[in-house]
């Protein structure tokens, strides 16, 4: 194939085959474009690396939702006896570790062998090696084995996503490990301290529980930062009930290996200054990502980026240098997810190449924490919105719920609620829907359609319920905080 403009070897150059980049080049070959992808994964500090396709792939999204179904899984043998199933000694029943990883990687493996087969059908040019900028138009490659290769394209898509950050204490890159290694972790986790409470700590923190594996949260400010806070509050609850330990405003201070190959972790009190330590056999870093621009030679092609966290400010994903562009977790102020960078990189595409000029729209996108009682939530916060109209400009719908599978294993359903954020003022517009409850994420995905469309709550009370679902709650929610109404479920089907 010949490219569209014979002045340079590709039309589009992409550095990252993850979410982002991989939807950008398919795109862009679909558009008619010559394409070349660039992806190389640098071993984590302890050593765990893998294939092409990206985080959400590899290290990300998918082995996490597969972690989190496993422990779902473990929970479940336990409330089938309640349903009458006959389990042999429930009590033994335990995670076998090194079959559920085994399980989970065979997965991701095929999941790389099919996107290689699928970028050399559609002929997008797959080179395993390290990109950076030689100058505006050039890429250099360096290959696995040292040697390097030099290609240019008119046009270079930035999508070489994030890594997870550690923090410059004594023992993290010895001795700890993080997202990258947990789901090929070759030993069973045992006790397990997490440092973080953002939605990676708390995920990792939950199936590990879940799973057996005791776990200890360091909360550094607030769980869940960001999102709804009532909503965070809800899902520590469920997991301390469940119980996971969690240390409050708390950061590490060192991690140090004994003699018995365990880890003795120690943390301050950021407010009480108060010391704490504990002995443990895996301590895993959840303290956020940083974005891999450092490696790129950026300044060699003039794009900018910010110091504070390399990552790249492009409000219409086209950097400071009009033909080189950037998606998915590189950008700043973005939300960091794999359907955001797909969508935001197959758009780019079609507007380099298919002539369109359709923006992506970064508002109103839903996601989901899969924290054991799973949290959705797609538009505004209940904080956000009071910042943004002000609270008397504000109605916020609630209610707690019973799912009805619970009933017969007799679950705790303390912490099974909804809330809808609306305007005030007629048609009362919705803002933002938040769900903690079972399959949060398959809730709240339709409903993220409808607020996208703008649904108000007049049109969300009159849609009727499908009925015995956990997602019918929103069909009937009636009771506004300011009423100051019991918000407790009162009967099933009335
Ligand atoms: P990536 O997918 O990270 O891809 C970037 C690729 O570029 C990588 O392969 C990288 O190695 C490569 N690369 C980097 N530098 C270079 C270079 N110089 N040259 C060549 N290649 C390079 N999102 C969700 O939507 N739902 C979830 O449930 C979810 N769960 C997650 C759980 C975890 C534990 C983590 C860590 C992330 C999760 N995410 C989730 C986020 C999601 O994985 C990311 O938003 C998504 O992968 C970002 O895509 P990307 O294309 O920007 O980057």
């Known amino acids: 194939m010949a490219p569209i403009d014979g002045t340079y070897d590709y039309d589009l150059a992409v550095l990252g085959?993850?979410?982002?980049?991989?939807?950008?080049?398919?795109?862009?070959?679909?558009?008619?474009?010559?394409?070349?992808?660039?992806?190389?994964?640098?071993p984590s500090p302890q050593g765990t690396k893998w294939g092409l396709g990206g985080?959400?792939?590899?290290?990300?999204?998918?082995?996490?939702?597969?972690m989190h179904q496993a422990a779902l899984l473990g929970?479940?043998?336990?409330?089938?006896?309640?349903?009458?199933?006959?389990?042999?000694?429930?009590?033994?029943?335990?995670?076998n570790w090194s079959s559920l990883t085994e399980a989970v990687q065979n997965h991701i493996k095929s999941v790389n062998w099919v996107t290689r087969v699928d970028l050399r059908e559609k002929k997008i040019e797959y080179i395993n090696g390290l990109g950076s900028f030689k100058d505006p138009h050039t890429i250099i490659a360096t290959?696995?084995?040292?040697?390097?290769?030099?290609?240019?394209?008119?046009?270079?898509?930035?999508?070489?996503?994030?890594?997870?950050?550690?923090?410059?204490?004594?023992?993290?890159?010895e001795y700890c490990i993080s997202s990258d290694d947990i789901f090929s972790l070759s030993n069973p986790p045992g006790k397990t301290l997490v440092v973080g409470a953002g939605y990676?700590?708390?995920?990792?923190?939950?199936?590990?529980?879940?799973?057996?594996?005791?776990?200890?949260?360091?909360?550094?400010?607030?769980?869940?930062?960001?999102?709804?806070?009532?909503?965070?509050?809800?899902?520590?609850?469920e997991m301390e009930e469940k119980g996971v330990k969690f240390h409050h405003r708390c950061i590490p201070v060192s991690v140090e290996k004994l003699e018995t190959g365990q880890l003795r972790a120690r943390w301050l009190n950021t407010e009480t200054k108060e010391q704490g330590e504990d002995i443990f056999d895996t301590v895993l870093?959840?303290?956020?990502r940083y974005a891999l621009t450092e490696q790129l030679n950026l300044k060699a092609a003039g794009v900018n980026v910010l110091s504070e966290n390399g990552k790249v400010v492009a409000e219409t994903e086209q950097t400071n240098v009009p033909h080189i562009y950037a998606v998915g977790d590189v950008l700043e102020g973005r939300p960091e997810l794999t359907p955001v960078a797909i969508h935001a990189?197959?758009?780019?595409?079609?507007?380099?190449?298919?002539?369109?000029?359709q923006l992506m729209d970064y508002d109103n996108v839903a996601t989901t924490v899969f924290t054991p009682l799973e949290y959705g939530c797609v538009g505004l916060s209940e904080e956000q919105a009071t910042q943004r109209y002000g609270a008397d400009n504000l109605?916020?719908?609630?209610?707690?719920?019973?799912?009805?599978?619970?009933?017969?294993?007799?679950?705790?359903?303390?912490?099974?609620y909804l809330k809808a954020v609306a305007l005030r003022e007629a048609p009362q517009k919705i803002l933002g829907l938040h769900f903690v409850g079972p399959v949060a994420g398959e809730v709240i995905q339709g409903f993220a359609a409808a607020v996208k469309c703008g649904i108000t709550m007049e049109q969300l009370v009159n849609t009727v319920g499908i009925h015995p679902t956990v997602a019918e709650e929103f069909t009937r929610l009636n009771i506004t905080k300011r009423s100051g109404k019991d918000p407790n479920p009162a009967s099933c089907c009335s």
């Open 345 to 357: 990189g197959r758009l780019l595409a079609r507007r380099m190449f298919g002539g369109a000029s």
């Open 75 to 95: 929970e479940a043998i336990h409330e089938a006896v309640a349903y009458g199933w006959q389990v042999p000694s429930v009590d033994q029943v335990k995670i």
């Open 200 to 237: 990676i700590g708390l995920e990792c923190a939950g199936f590990l529980n879940s799973l057996g594996y005791s776990s200890t949260v360091l909360v550094r400010s607030v769980p869940l930062r960001g999102f709804d806070q009532q909503m965070a509050g809800m899902i520590t609850s």
């Open 143 to 173: 290959l696995k084995n040292g040697s390097q290769k030099e290609l240019t394209a008119k046009n270079i898509v930035i999508a070489v996503g994030g890594r997870p950050h550690y923090p410059d204490i004594p023992g993290a890159k």
């Open 55 to 66: 985080t959400c792939v590899n290290v990300g999204c998918i082995p996490k939702k597969l």
């Open 395 to 416: 109605e916020v719908y609630h209610a707690f719920y019973k799912p009805t599978e619970f009933f017969i294993p007799q679950r705790n359903i303390r912490n099974c």
């Open 17 to 42: 085959g993850g979410s982002g980049g991989l939807a950008c080049a398919k795109e862009a070959i679909n558009q008619g474009a010559k394409v070349a992808v660039l992806d190389f994964v640098t």
């Open 285 to 288: 870093l959840a303290t956020g």
